[in-house]
């Protein structure tokens, strides 16, 4: 028989092992910072089934692998906050979900990625895509399209490589990118490149922000901040709502679509040192077609306050840059872009390719680093500066470096329209110690090429 004194110790020590015993991690919920690997079409299908490949996990990709009828891994209500490493694998993505496409405002191999702070951003990295999606929706509203993601916000998305084929068409707004379609907030996409061929055809409509259409060789929207870096495409990309049956209005670049546009003077974000090499074409059977070899549109900013100016700075284009078959009533056209607005700041950027105005109708503007320079009273008046040309176009002011300056914009500051080599010296004012550089052809090269 147990004394009193053992029963009690008994009863101590099992109350104490059954605590323990609670107080163990289920094991099927793998910790935060574990991280889970990727081997299949079906190890990926399962993120977001929370006890076992949970939105906010670590992820890893162990070897290339194909997508096939691909349903968007997480949606505005349950994003995607975690961690995506493709460990320079590939992924090869054949086209998605039938019913995704018609009926996900977010479309993507992720719908939509959120971090869950500036601090503990999602990240989606080192990852080539290989695409041949096709697809055509029938959606009632508009939509967000990126290979990558349909959406991202307080995320990192780099060291993307994109090949093959994407095409995507939509009587209503479509914003579309390579890597995303829009991008919002303290969001940057960075070190990445492409040789992907897109062709979208947007339709009309109330958007997701606005009734304007974007479409970008890596991002369609860029708002609220958002970042694009060391970006380079040298595929070749059209913006065709002329093949539409709904009219509408595009802005399109080699980069980005653009940023938010209207007449607001709030920072919408910056593209930095990206090129273009490709060609870019936009046509539209609405009011505006805007095509740029970096962007369609950028508007924001104050002439106090570099850090909030939208802005594009120490880019590139050598491809080509057209409307081609455009029926707008008012095309836009821009080497480096098409429309700098209410603020906005092109600088230390440069375009030696070809413009090709073709459209129904003449061009409003064009010129080939900024077609149309406009607006608003000071401190956000827009600039340009420290920029040149040296390619061709087949339209007059096509040659100038601004098109057509207008409002309150400043006039171009140190900008030139370049016909053959010249000397260092003829560049006044240009930093060649810590930004430029002679090339062996005779023209400015940034240093970072």
Aim: hydrophobic share 35%.
């Amino acid at each position: 028989m147990f004394s009193f004194f053992q029963k009690k110790v008994c009863l101590i020590l099992l109350t104490c092992l059954l605590v323990v015993s609670c107080s163990q991690p289920d094991d099927t919920t793998p910790p935060v910072d574990e991280i889970i690997t990727i081997y299949s079409q079906a190890d990926i299908a399962k993120i977001g089934v929370e006890q076992t490949h949970p939105l906010s996990g670590n992820y890893l990709l162990a070897n290339d692998i194909v997508l096939e009828n691909w349903p968007p891994i997480g949606d505005q209500e349950s994003p995607f906050t975690g961690v995506f490493d493709g460990d320079v694998k590939k992924i090869t993505l054949t086209g998605f979900d039938g019913a995704a496409v018609s009926g996900k405002t977010y479309l993507g191999i992720f719908g939509y990625v959120k971090g869950a702070s500036a601090s503990a951003k999602a990240v989606i990295k080192n990852l080539t895509i290989d695409s041949t999606v096709n697809a055509a929706s029938t959606m009632a509203g508009g939509q967000a399209v990126g290979l990558i993601t349909g959406y991202a916000e307080l995320a990192v998305i780099e060291n993307i490589t994109l090949t093959g084929t994407f095409a995507f068409k939509s009587e209503k707004t479509i914003f579309a990118g390579g890597v995303t379609g829009f991008i919002s907030g303290d969001t940057l996409v960075k070190d990445s490149k492409s040789s992907l061929t897109m062709n979208i055809v947007p339709g009309s409509g109330s958007g997701l922000s606005g009734a304007y259409n974007y479409v970008g060789g890596f991002v369609g929207l860029f708002r609220n901040g958002a970042g694009i870096e060391n970006c380079h495409n040298s595929g070749d990309l059209i913006a065709d709502n002329a093949a539409n049956a709904v009219s509408g209005q595009v802005f399109v670049g080699g980069i980005a679509g653009g940023s938010s546009y209207g007449f607001i003077t709030a920072y919408q974000g910056y593209i930095k040192d990206s090129s273009f090499t490709g060609t870019v074409t936009g046509r539209s059977a609405g009011d505006w077609t805007f095509v740029g070899g970096i962007a369609g549109t950028i508007c924001g900013g104050n002439v106090n306050n570099l850090a909030t100016t939208t802005r594009i700075e120490r880019c590139f284009v050598n491809g080509t840059v057209s409307n081609e078959g455009d029926q707008s009533g008012y095309p836009y056209i821009g080497g480096v872009v098409a429309y700098n607005y209410y603020g906005a700041l092109v600088s230390q950027s440069y375009f030696n390719g070809t413009i090709i105005s073709g459209g129904d109708n003449n061009p409003f503007a064009c010129g080939s680093v900024v077609g149309y320079h406009s607006q608003t009273s000071a401190p956000n008046n827009s600039r340009v500066e420290e920029c040149y040309s040296s390619g061709t176009a087949n339209i007059n002011n096509g040659a100038n470096v601004v098109g057509t300056t207008a409002g309150s914009a400043l006039s171009p500051v140190r900008c030139y329209t370049v016909t053959s080599p010249q000397p260092q010296t003829f560049y006044e004012g240009w930093d060649f110690v810590n930004v430029w550089k002679m090339g062996d052809d005779g023209y400015p090269k940034l240093k970072w090429q």
